[in-house]
């Protein structure tokens, strides 16, 4: 596909392809990515073995109590203290019993009681542990975390909001899904990326489920056979969205982060994509 803008060509194609060789190469020279992509290739293996994998229910708790944001104060050290108490319990020692009270008090303890009470944190923990008492955690991801004994429904309660469940369930290894957040937003809008969806004519910046669509369309249509790690990336559009997060979020590479880095020439991608096709025009 081509979009003509000032006698200079956007071509979804070629955008892929810089896309593809930029990734590829951060993969092996930059230590984030790597370890972003390492991290979920292992994960999903783990629960592939075993159906309570401990690193999937530590991320699980995390995302319930953190409910998709992320609090820096107390994120390091909740993931250091679960990993203490699933090494001590296993898993099904923290649904019932001891463990279970231990896990309680040690997020109560943790976490500021004004998140607490904004997120029902202790409320979905709760509920979490009941469920897996009922359900293997490798089964109820398969569900995408379904409320089938209601509880938290009755309540007028969601276990995690569209991103958070979205990104958990990415990072249980359902590579498919997509979560969307300002740093995806700036990326498929500014790239160019957008326009691969279906509909391209009703693009609506704000609208989440169409940059997603556009993005899962994208990773099919030209990525389709592009491998990192041994993971097509047109069959796994959450890999792809992995690694857009940390090529674009200032916490990390920052590259395409709120002030873009085109001019300084730190975007290898910079000569496809469609925002700086336009800039680069406008000024000439």
């Known amino acids: 596909m081509g979009v003509q803008h000032m006698s200079l060509e956007f071509d979804l194609r070629r955008l892929a392809d810089k896309i593809y060789e930029t990734f590829s190469h951060d993969y092996h020279t930059e230590e984030k990515v790597k370890r972003t992509v390492e991290d979920l ?23 319930v109590v953190t409910q998709g944001y992320y609090f820096k104060r107390f994120d390091e050290k909740l993931r250091i203290g679960l990993r203490k108490l699933t090494s001590k319990y296993g898993v099904r020692g923290l649904l019932e019993g001891k463990g279970r009270e231990e896990l309680l008090r040690f997020i109560k303890n943790s976490v500021n009681e004004r998140v607490l009470t904004r997120t029902k944190a202790l ?10 008492k009922c359900i293997t955690l490798r089964e109820w991801v398969k569900i995408e975390l379904k409320d089938f004994k209601g509880d938290l429904t009755e309540q007028g309660l969601r276990l995690l909001g569209d991103k958070g469940l979205n990104d958990f369930l990415k990072t249980a290894g359902c590579w498919d899904k997509v979560p969307i957040d300002i740093n ?3 990326f498929i809008i500014r790239t160019g990326i957008y326009l691969a969806h279906p509909e391209p004519q009703k693009f609506d910046p704000t609208d989440k489920s169409f940059l997603r669509e556009a993005l899962k369309t994208f990773a099919s249509k030209y990525l389709k056979g592009k491998t990192i790690a041994g993971i097509d990336l047109g069959e796994n559009p959450g ?3 992995a690694i857009i997060y940390i090529y674009c979020s200032s916490d990390h590479l920052g590259i395409c982060a709120r002030e873009p880095k085109c001019k300084e020439k730190q975007c290898k991608i910079r000569e496809a994509c469609l925002h700086f096709i336009l800039i680069t025009q406008l000024r000439t």
């Open 239 to 241: 890999v792809l969205d």
């Open 184 to 186: 995806e937003q700036r």
């Open 123 to 132: 409320v979905k923990v709760r509920y979490v542990l009941d469920s897996l």
């Open 41 to 63: 290739k292992r994960k999903k293996e783990c629960l592939d073995k075993d159906p309570y994998c401990p690193e999937v229910f530590e991320e699980l708790i995390v995302a």
